[in-house]
């Protein structure tokens, strides 16, 4: 009962932390963009626009405001769910963020498999023989794929298997001949509710080079972390005595060590899902693919306040709730955990 309750008032504690979190991190992108060179009056009207025509602009945005007040105005919208219109096409910041949302959710989900499911394989092994050249092989791997610059991997990867070899598309989303599929924005379920093979095969093909490419960065993590924390288990009081018990070394790790060693892997997944925005930026960037972070790109490049912001704001709660959740997650699974 005591850890119950020990449960219950860390989740409220975490909880409670959400919104200073979110409201740190909208007041910083709120000054840095509004202390940043340029103005957004001549990213929408260029520098030879009339003088009176810039003022009008300005006035109708509420940029001639003082700057408190601009950001009084801000929170209380961000308060009441409005992020405004974008300056660029006037289009409600909500529906920019759920047209391009599920791009990036797709893209990230499906990177977020290929790394685990590469991380653990590496990580898993080498363990048999430690300090071998599986084990060595699987630590340079881990170290080579987290090292390499997201862009550079992106564009290498793209050259051999899009340019040279010409076995997958260069960028894009979906073919430019089909008609793309209708419904969630997420194509892959969507094809399949639809039960359109050239719609799912065009999804996959678009889909393969960006995930893998965003997988292979991030699997260095999760074969890091990995094999660590196993060789940590493996060493440890009650593996020993499983040991001694005659059990075999098969199931001593499959039963005994590897459940323990993914605890901690669990809460890497959390920190992978902020490693997955800005490695996503780059690639939906390199890979044209139309997703939130590429949005966020553009945004930015046109001086677009309303849309950065809002962009900001909703993925900074995405990666806010995943943290609280991979915490409680692991604090249900784990009994050792003391709050």
């Known amino acids: 009962m005591s850890r119950r309750r020990q449960l219950l008032g860390y989740l409220g504690s975490r909880l409670l932390l959400a919104p200073v979190m979110l409201w740190l991190i909208a007041t910083l992108v709120f000054l840095l963009l509004r202390l940043a060179p340029g103005d957004p009056i001549d990213a929408l009207l260029g520098t030879r626009a009339p003088e009176a025509a810039r003022q009008a602009l300005r006035q109708q945005l509420g940029l001639d405001q003082p700057l408190p007040a601009q950001y009084g105005h801000f929170l209380a919208d961000l308060v009441k769910g409005n992020l405004g219109e974008s300056l660029t096409n006037q289009t409600p910041v909500l529906e920019v963020i759920r047209q391009s949302l599920p791009a990036s959710l797709e893209l990230g989900l499906c990177a977020l498999l290929i790394a685990a499911v590469l991380g653990l394989a590496v990580g898993f092994s080498g363990i048999a023989r430690p300090e071998g050249r599986l084990d060595l092989a699987g630590r340079l791997y881990g170290i080579g794929t987290y090292a390499l610059p997201p862009f550079w991997a992106a564009m290498v990867i793209q050259l051999i298997f899009a340019v040279w070899l010409g076995w997958l598309p260069v960028g894009g989303r979906f073919p430019a001949t089909l008609m ?51 060789r940590r288990v493996l060493r440890s009081d ?7 018990r005659g059990l075999s070394e098969t199931r001593v790790v499959l039963r005994h060590a590897l459940p323990n060693a993914l605890l901690p892997v669990l809460t890497i997944t959390g920190i992978t899902v902020a490693s997955l925005i800005g490695g996503a930026l780059l690639i939906e960037v390199t890979y044209s693919w139309p997703g939130i972070a590429f949005r966020l790109q553009e945004a930015i490049g046109q001086r677009d306040y309303p849309l950065v912001q ?21 604090a249900v699974l784990d009994p050792r955990i003391r709050f």
């Open 310 to 330: 809002g962009i900001v704001v909703v993925v900074a709660a995405l990666v806010v709730l995943v943290s609280v959740t991979v915490d409680m997650l692991v």
């Open 180 to 230: 793309p599929p209708s419904g969630s924005g997420f194509y892959l379920l969507d094809s399949l509710r639809a039960a359109n093979p050239q719609q799912l095969a065009g999804s996959l093909r678009h889909l393969v080079l960006p995930a893998s490419t965003l997988g292979l960065l991030l699997s260095g993590i999760f074969a890091n972390a990995l094999r660590l924390n196993l």
């Open 238 to 244: 009650y593996v020993e005595a499983a040991r001694s």
